[in-house]
């Protein structure tokens, strides 16, 4: 690839989704960790703009991400013996047809030889016009034009083919399909890494992982769910069927050879021999609102069950899980059971955020801190976090000395404050 001034002649163009904007950034720095290439935007590039040029890259970097166009000179792919289309792109105002074709009749001045071909064209040129962001405040003129070579497509129809409503086995907590590969991105996953989701539920980061080739496990308290038994979550379904499990969801998309198994455990009280036994831990843990936070013991003294009950069958009683205990214990297990530089991505619900509500450990190192609006006084927070070192004695005595390793106390309040968020806008829309 020739290069001008140090640095590559190509330039590219990520035509990106309009959704989760906080997300993107992050997601697209990991994708290019997973490459070892740097993330180097160009000047004009805006947070909130749909399109970003990236520098340094080839063909095969970009292919990960959106539309992908190559911004230069499109001359050598436009001979005489090729076929070609022109597509015509706007953000933030809509077109009529004959505008469209007046902005194709422009670029008569670029010297295309080829044949026009609209069904089937071995080269498509991309037009696109920024308007900017504000939908109230739109220019006459776009603000920035881009013309280049359309590369590939990203992978946007995963979304779709792997959409909740119609998986096997669901619940009432599953993960959007957009927001685990959002994840499952963030982690850094790749082919033959081990993943661990200390609370699967119905296994939706599980079946994100496995698209990308890793092998994958999980542990929850519920038995129910782990074993796919009791009442159904969808309309119209009163029980589970014989083989709603999070094995079947693998299943059906083609991944269950990358299925290690998952089990009932206790996230505070972890089963795995200690050592480094995983490249990401991606879980969404329970908050109170539509599934309790629960740990096994008892405030009691009560420390083996009543004579004459068999162990086997025994079922402990369990306790409330407070938040800041549990994010906590994550954190912990987290700096033990990953490998260095393997990942932690999980939610942290927040109401009204400040930056002491992340938790912090002294063996991981924060990456990103992404939101997503829950309500107007709620949300929860994205955190991925990287292991840099194996953890030490002087790490557990950590937050004597440094209040930023302390468990924050407010996140124990959070199913409190959100309902009576939500009694709060009640009684308004009452008066």
């Not at 198994?261 to 329970?286: C, G, H, N, Q």
């Not at 912990?332 to 955020?353: C, D, E, K, T």
């Not at 006084?377 to 302390?406: G, N, Q, Y």
Request: glycine share 6%; hydrophobic share 35%.
């Amino acid at each position: 690839m020739a290069t001008s001034a140090g640095r590559s002649r190509f330039q590219y163009l990520l035509h990106l989704a309009q959704d989760n904007l906080d997300f993107r950034i992050p997601e697209i720095k990991a994708l290019l960790a997973l490459r070892g290439k740097p993330f180097r935007p160009s000047e004009s590039s805006r947070e909130k703009c749909p399109f970003l040029c990236l520098d340094g890259l080839s063909e095969d970097d970009v292919r990960l991400f959106g539309i992908c166009l190559c911004q230069k000179s499109p001359v050598p792919f436009m001979q005489r013996d090729s076929t070609y289309r022109i597509n015509v792109y706007t953000f933030n105002k809509t077109l009529l047809f004959e505008d469209r074709i007046k902005r194709i009749d422009a670029l008569e001045y670029l010297p295309f030889e080829g044949t026009v071909s609209l069904k089937s064209p071995q080269h498509i040129f991309c037009l696109l016009e920024d308007y900017g962001t504000d939908p109230n405040n739109i220019p006459e003129h776009p603000e920035y034009i881009y013309f280049g070579r359309w590369i590939a497509d990203g992978q946007r129809e995963l979304i779709r083919s792997h959409s909740v409503k119609n998986r096997h086995f669901i619940g009432n907590t599953s993960m959007d399909a957009g927001l685990s590969f959002i994840m499952t991105n963030h982690a850094k996953v790749k082919e033959n890494d081990l993943v661990f989701d200390p609370f699967v539920g119905t296994g939706s980061l599980l079946v994100a992982c496995s698209h990308f080739g890793a092998y994958v496990c999980g542990t929850d308290i519920d038995y129910n769910t782990i074993h796919g038994r009791g009442r159904s979550s969808r309309k119209n379904q009163k029980w589970r069927g014989p083989d709603e499990n999070i094995r079947a969801n693998l299943r059906q998309y083609g991944t269950e050879r990358m299925y290690v198994d998952v089990m009932v455990s206790d996230a505070s009280k972890p089963v795995w021999r200690e050592a480094p036994l995983f490249d990401a831990i991606i879980t969404d843990p329970p908050y109170g609102i539509r599934e309790s936070t629960r740990k096994t013991g008892s405030h009691k003294d009560i420390t083996k069950p009543p004579d004459g009950i068999f162990v086997e069958s025994h079922v402990p009683v369990s306790q409330a899980y407070h938040l800041s205990d549990m994010f906590s214990d994550l954190l912990n297990f987290s700096a033990h059971y990953l490998v260095v530089g393997g990942r932690l991505v999980y939610w942290l619900p927040i109401y009204r955020y400040c930056e002491e509500m992340v938790p912090l450990h002294p063996c991981l190192r924060l990456i990103s801190n992404c939101e997503q609006t829950l309500s107007s006084h709620t949300s929860r927070r994205l955190i991925t976090m990287e292991k840099i070192k194996e953890p030490e004695v002087c790490d557990s005595l950590a937050h004597l000395s440094d209040p930023r390793f302390s468990a924050y106390q407010g996140h124990n309040a959070f199913r409190e404050k959100y309902f009576s968020g939500l009694n709060k806008k009640s009684g308004r829309d009452d008066v």
